[in-house]
């Protein structure tokens, strides 16, 4: 064993399979949409998110969490005239 290196304890984390925008991901399974944004890097302020068909509003962004098999689109909100 090597003394200048950590050993790294190896957790088992439970994972779901997601679709964003049509790709599949694999996601630990105690995310929530905001969590899955976070993750990929998704500027939260900026887009809308639909959850299997169906609109999920911002506010219950933290706290619905990633079902296996939810399809997500994500779309970027735009602004203007």
């Known amino acids: 064993m090597n003394p200048t290196k950590p050993v790294l304890e190896s957790k088992h984390v439970s994972t779901i399979t ?3 925008n049509d790709l599949p991901h ?8 905001e969590g899955l944004l976070l993750a990929q890097n998704i500027a939260i302020n900026s887009v809308a998110v639909v959850c299997n068909s169906k609109v999920v509003t911002k506010g219950l962004w ?3 969490a990633c079902v296996e098999g939810d399809s997500f689109e994500v779309f970027a909100v735009v602004a203007g005239g």
Do not use: A, G, N, W
């Open 18 to 20: 997601v679709s964003i």
């Open 62 to 64: 933290k706290e619905q």
């Open 26 to 33: 694999i996601i630990p399974e105690t995310l929530s949409i």
